[in-house]
């Protein structure tokens, strides 16, 4: 009875509800992926949490139909476990810990029961192994030959309200299993990153009576301000190059987009409209896509910087009132029901402004500050749903979600 | 005084820096790849570079002042506003008409920041900018009643300071609106 019920707790620890996948489509052609455990030194509550960050790492890449039971083996023994016999792909890994107290892994990728690849990996400091865990994925990635998942490797950077009037900014992984507080204490919202090496990032500081665009060079830990607007100041998106800004500013009470050369410091203002202009997304270097309530609700536009043409792209639904784009591409937030006061559904489309694509990318609940990976990839957003908060991962190529639950706390903004 | 922490970025943040540059060759002899996946010493950003921003808790130094000033305060309305809206009704009418007197008379030395809020149905930009054109609205009518425009400043905090978070109809309309601050 005792070891029933022991295998009974076990099961429903290996089962229990984070970090796992919510699949839209499954792709059944899929090879099938075993992973086996040959751990020594750490704990089991701490080899099975490695083990599920391994996993899911290992759906995100959307190439194998990965099996999540979690399975224990000695790391040299020539045969795979008999459970993971008819697999087609296993790996075996093995976390030891060193005499410095780092924290090593070795890996092997065994095909049909022969080794085909393996690396070691090593980190300073255990608490960190969510990085090790992506390290594997994009390897075995790289080594199926599939398109590079390089934006695993990015931080992600979000400010999370904790009062009124309080807020923190944290860096974190893609999944924000590992959180680094970088700014504590005060009024901080909007963080953006500056570049593509992600070095340095901006934010609105709401703590001084005008609100403030600030730079905060990571390595020096030094902070500047870069600009100041009565009533608003938001970046809203970094060129390529990270020369240009696209700031909304409310200058004279009047939310509008601008453009903000980082070099020579001076910024032009490009659009008018007498309502609301926000949220400008770079498409190339000439053209943003922007939200605009120029129809009496919020929208999606483009504009051509040179030539101040304008367009609508999106003619669906009545509140579309966020995006993110990557070339043509364009990611939206549309609130699906019409009542303002019931259980609202927001949801997250693509569109393209070459063709008449249009595709719906979420099915329930609030999803939320969809991000497009610098590549163009994965979006990564925000999921409000039946009172839990998820982290998704959208590939687009594969058509497939993954949600990773959030802890705690309402995120306020994200950059990728 | 509010004080900005900003802390070191620990190895976890440098790791993938390491990553993304030239695997280093940690030991030759190793039968496969071992890949240092961060370094071991830990790239502490030393300095707790701590800011000081100008805020309004911190510039009020006479006691009295702040007394008068917080009273007054207390005596200024809330606007509220429509779902989605920001046009002021004919009953925010009159409570702005009656800040502005107030304005006028007994705080006539103090300079006033307007304060846009939103409820929690949108999170982003937008929302921001709708709690902007709410507080712009206000700051127009408290003009037309003849309030000099060098005295009134704006910030808009979307739904980031909400005075009730539950998620009732009730709630949202008591977050849909614009706080009167005043500044010495």
């Not at chain 1, 194998?64 to 697999?87: G, I, Q, S």
């Not at chain 1, 000439?286 to 051509?304: E, H, M, W």
């Not at chain 2, 702040?66 to 002021?88: G, H, R, V, W």
């Not at chain 2, 704006?154 to 109809?169: A, F, I, L, Q, R």
Request: with cysteine; glycine share 4%.
């Amino acid at each position: 009875m005792k070891v029933l019920f022991l295998l009974f707790f076990y099961l429903n620890i290996v089962y229990a509800g984070d970090a796992t996948i919510e699949v839209i489509k499954k792709a059944d052609s899929l090879p099938t992926l075993a992973v086996e455990d040959a751990s020594i030194n750490y704990n089991d509550t701490f080899k099975l949490r490695f083990f599920k960050s391994l996993v899911a790492d290992l759906n995100v890449i959307s190439l194998f139909n990965v099996d999540r039971h979690h399975r224990v083996v000695p790391y040299n023994d020539t045969d795979v476990l008999v459970e993971n016999k008819d697999m087609q792909y296993v790996i075996r890994y093995k976390l030891f810990e060193d005499d410095n107290g780092a924290m090593n892994l070795n890996m092997k990728l065994l095909e049909r029961g022969s080794e085909v690849f393996g690396k070691n990996y090593r980190v300073s400091n255990k608490d960190i192994y969510m990085f090790v865990s992506h390290a594997i994925a994009y390897d075995i990635n790289e080594y199926m030959g599939a398109d590079s998942v390089e934006w695993m490797k990015r931080k992600v950077i979000f400010a999370r309200v904790v009062g009124p009037k309080k807020s923190d900014i944290i860096i974190s992984d893609y999944t924000l299993s590992y959180q680094h507080t970088i700014i504590k204490g005060g009024f901080n919202l909007f963080p953006k990153w500056a570049n593509r090496s992600q070095n340095a990032f901006y934010y609105t500081s709401l703590d001084s009576n005008v609100p403030t665009l600030k730079y905060v060079d990571i390595k020096t830990a030094s902070v500047k301000s870069i600009i100041s607007s009565d009533g608003m100041m938001i970046c809203s998106d970094v060129s390529n190059d990270g020369n240009t800004l696209l700031l909304t500013m409310a200058k004279e009470g009047q939310p509008d987009i601008y453009t903000y050369n980082v070099k020579t410091h001076k910024y032009k203002r490009e659009t008018t409209y007498k309502g609301i202009d926000v949220n400008a997304q770079f498409m190339s270097k000439d053209s943003i896509a922007f939200i605009s309530s120029r129809l009496g609700y919020p929208n999606v536009f483009t504009k051509k910087l040179s030539t101040n043409e304008i367009e609508q792209i999106v003619y669906y639904g009545n509140s579309n009132s966020a995006c993110s784009a990557h070339g043509h591409y364009i990611v939206y937030k549309a609130r699906e029901s019409s009542n303002a006061f019931s259980e609202n559904t927001f949801n997250l489309h693509l569109v393209s402004t070459e063709t008449d694509l249009i595709r719906r990318l979420t099915a329930t609940g609030i999803n939320e500050f969809p991000r497009f990976s610098k590549d163009g990839d994965a979006i990564i957003f925000v999921k409000n749903y039946k009172g839990q908060s998820s982290i998704g991962i959208i590939r687009l190529k594969y058509n497939k979600n993954y949600l990773f639950p959030l802890k705690s706390g309402r995120v306020q903004s994200m950059d990728w | 005084m509010k004080s900005i922490v900003l802390s070191g970025v620990v190895t976890a943040l440098l790791v993938f820096g390491g990553c993304s540059s030239k695997e280093p060759a940690v030991d030759d002899q190793a039968v496969n790849n071992v890949e240092e996946v961060a370094s071991a010493p830990t790239q502490e950003v030393e300095s707790v570079a701590t800011e000081t921003v100008a805020s309004e808790e911190s510039v009020v130094s006479s006691s009295t002042n702040e007394y008068d000033m917080n009273t007054i305060e207390s005596k200024l309305p809330t606007i509220y506003f429509a779902f989605d809206k920001y046009d002021i009704s004919s009953e925010m009418q009159e409570k702005i008409d009656a800040a502005a007197e107030l304005g006028k008379k007994v705080a006539s030395n103090y300079k006033v920041k307007l304060e846009g809020n939103c409820d929690e149905w949108g999170s982003d930009e937008y929302n921001f900018a709708l709690g902007l054109k709410r507080t712009d609205a206000v700051k127009k009518a408290l003009i037309a009643d003849g309030i000099d425009a060098s005295r009134i400043s704006m910030v808009s905090y979307g739904e980031s300071n909400p005075v009730c978070t539950d998620h009732t109809k009730e709630c949202w309309a008591k977050n849909r609106r614009v706080d009167f601050k005043l500044l010495p």
